[in-house]
């Protein structure tokens, strides 16, 4: 096991994020389909996202 893969509303912040990977964990959610919930996520510590749009949400991920 070298990482987990959960629902993304299971993540509720970093100390969460931090904890997986404390444990030598990789951290990835899904489906994440919202740029914010996405930049959220990301900005907390979870490794990588599955989205059902990939090019609308790296699209919108590269916008300040």
């Known amino acids: 096991l070298d990482g987990l893969d959960l629902q993304a ?3 509720d912040g970093a100390a ?3 904890a ?6 990789a951290l990835y ?4 389909n919202d740029a914010a919930e996405a930049r ?6 979870v490794d990588a996202v599955t989205t059902d749009a990939p ?10």
């Open 9 to 11: 509303s299971l993540v």
């Open 16 to 18: 969460f994020a931090k």
């Open 20 to 25: 997986i990977r404390d444990a030598g964990l």
């Open 29 to 32: 959610v899904y489906t994440v």
């Open 40 to 45: 959220r996520l990301l900005e907390i510590g």
């Open 55 to 64: 090019a609308a949400l790296q699209a919108l991920l590269r916008t300040p």
